[in-house]
Structure formats: C-alpha cells, structure tokens
C-alpha cells in the first residue's frame, strides 16, 4: 500500500509518504522564505515524497517561536513562497503550509515582548508566564490564522495544515492544562475546540468551501500519567478530532507532546520496531472516529512497520520528519529496494540553529 495513490483532501497524491513539518532555521530575520528552503522542499519532491509539509509559519511576529522562522503575517511573502511552491510542481509532490502561533513557546523580542496563551499557566521549560489573551485578542488571532490561508492559496500550495499540536497556540486552547478560561472560549470540550472552527470558518469566507485545510493534532500533551491532572489525552482528542472532522477540516495528522512534557516530543533511540510509531494506538482510535483521512507521524522507521500501519487500519500515510533530513531520498529507495529500514537513529542532532541537517556521523 505504501506506493498506492490516494486522495487526500481531493488532491490526488502518488503515494502515502508525507514529509512532516520542520524548522528549517534557514528563513530571513523577518520570517521571509528562502531559496534554501526552496531547496529542501524540491529534493524532497524530485525524490517522490508524496505530501511536502513546510516548517511552521508564524501567522503573527508576536506568535514567533523561534530564530529564523518562516513567516507568512503578510502579503509581501506570497510571491515568495509562489517561487517555492513552482519550483515543487515540476514534480507530482503536494505541497501543504503550516502555519502556527507560538502561544506559550512564544520567543520573546522587541515585537513580542511577552507571550500570549489562552491562560496564564506558566511554561516551565522557558520560565515564561504567557498573558491570558483578552477576547479582542483572541478574535484577531483568528483573524491573523484566516489571512494566513488566504496567503497559503494565493501562493499556490495545494493545502494549509492548522499547527493544533505540540504546545503552540492552538494546541494551548484545546488542552484543559493550559485553557482554565470560564468565558466562550474555554470550559467543555467543545468551547476550547471553538478558535479551531472560528478559523476555519473565517477562512473560507475568504478562500471558499473547496480548498484543502488539514490540521496537525496532538493527541496527548505527552505528560507522563499521574504528572498532570486535566492535561489532553484520549477519550477527549478523539472527540476534538470528530468536531474538527464534522466542520470542515479534511485530513488530520495525529502527533503529540509538549517541550514542557519532555523527551516525548522528539523521542530518541528508537532501535527497535517495537519502539516505532509511539502514537499508532491515538491513530487508530481517531481513524476508527472519523471519516477523514488520517496521517500518523512518530518515529516511524522501518518499512515493514509503515506497511503494517496502513494494512492493519492505524493510518491512511505515513509522515516523517527527522529521517527525511537524514534521506531526503528515502522514498524512492523504499520504493527501489534499497533499503527495508531508513538511516535515521534518532539523535536529534539535526536541529541545528544554524541551518537543519543531519549530523551524525555514520561512518561512510
């Protein structure tokens, strides 16, 4: 199944590999997009990925979250990003923006000299107590997500991706850990879902009902049992996921964990199938929910594992990040024979502040 078509999203795509979003470090200090970047995303396509997922782009600078960061906060980037996404249409690859609010994990600056969450729940891995937003706030983040997939259409990528996950803003409003709000905005599920469909909503007054937008889901905030009361987890991300999937979003990307909540954001040491694809039981359930096509991302590393993940009903594709990074070319030798288990193992020393790539020595 791994080099079967499928639709995703009414786009056609040539396979089930997707490139998961990553922080490239390679954008201009104002969050411009670069030939750099363009660089990375059109190896990727040259080498068969079926789905390219940008780095996550800040929808506002005071949502940025990191040094050189895409952007996509203004006009002026659509024309930059065209040139990327042109540049990924030679080939048959999909190409899907990211876009994200720091929120909590905001990086503090002259433009953002304090971050804004939906609470004032202090992150501990920064030491940063964010500002509860106040509703103006909250009503021109939407404002600021909607434009962003207005941008994401007029540059031409196929689909935008919701960054709902890993402790960004999004992914603070979902979390009762991080919403304590009592106002429309926080309390029940459905309340802290709300900003989610107020985007998407906004959004298509502006782009219609046809275009692509997916989201990327924490399915835990990855805290270990018993460290955290009232943090996301299952039973309650699969009911996120059905309302996301019942108004509007069509395709999620089922991921999980915080910075705060430690190695199970990016785990290491994954040397075994047994330790691969940690969030496959989300997966399934939320598959098993929702009528959507579902996209599992998580230390997948070995062939017979990604097959066994389609076959056996945990997820519709498979998405990397890290071992993209280690072999941009790693679809087609899957596809070729070459390889049954791909190179990356799991080090982490591909973020790297100066420009991501793999720095592991592997010998040869």
């Not at 994990?105 to 004032?120: C, D, V």
């Not at 070729?336 to 020595?361: A, F, P, Q, R, W």
Request: contains cysteine.
């Amino acid at each position: 199944m791994l080099f079967e078509p499928i639709s995703l999203c009414g786009m056609e795509v040539s396979n089930r590999f997707v490139r998961s979003a990553t922080h490239e470090w390679m954008a201009e200090p104002d969050g411009t997009p670069t030939e750099k970047i363009g660089d990375i995303y059109e190896e990727l396509a040259r080498n068969e990925t079926g789905v390219i997922i940008t780095g996550y782009a800040y929808v506002n600078p005071k949502g940025k979250s990191d040094h050189l960061q895409q952007g996509i906060y203004d006009d002026r980037f659509i024309e930059d990003y065209r040139k990327i996404v042109d540049r990924v249409h030679k080939y048959k690859s999909r190409i899907v923006l990211q876009i994200a609010h720091g929120g909590r994990q905001t990086m503090i600056s002259s433009e953002a000299p304090y971050a804004l969450a939906p609470s004032a729940i202090t992150e501990k891995t920064m030491g940063i107590t964010p500002e509860e937003m106040t509703e103006k706030e909250v009503l021109e983040t939407i404002d600021d997500f909607a434009n962003a997939v207005r941008r994401g259409k007029e540059a031409g990528f196929d689909a935008v991706q919701l960054h709902c996950a890993h402790g960004f803003l999004l992914s603070n409003f979902i979390s009762p850990y991080t919403n304590r709000r009592k106002d429309r905005w926080g309390g029940s599920t459905e309340k802290r879902t709300r900003i989610i469909l107020d985007i998407i909503e906004k959004a298509r007054e502006m782009v219609g009902n046809n275009y692509p937008i997916m989201v990327k889901l924490n399915a835990t905030d990855g805290y270990p049992e018993g460290s955290r009361k009232n943090t996301l987890d299952a039973p309650e991300s699969i009911e996120i996921a059905k309302i996301l999937a019942e108004n509007g979003v069509c395709a999620i990307e089922v991921s999980g964990g915080t910075a705060e909540a430690g190695d199970e954001l990016f785990r290491t040491d994954i040397d075994s199938q047994e330790k691969e694809a940690y969030y496959k039981q989300y997966s399934k359930m939320i598959k098993e929910a929702v009528d959507v096509p579902v996209i599992l991302v998580g230390g997948i590393r070995s062939k017979v594992v990604m097959e066994m993940l389609l076959e056996e009903g945990y997820a519709d594709m498979i998405s990397m990040s890290r071992p993209f990074v280690a072999e941009p070319d790693l679809v087609v030798k899957i596809k070729n024979g070459e390889i049954d288990v791909v190179k990356c193992v799991s080090c982490n020393l591909c973020s790297d502040s100066s420009g991501i790539k793999c720095n592991y020595d592997f010998g040869d």
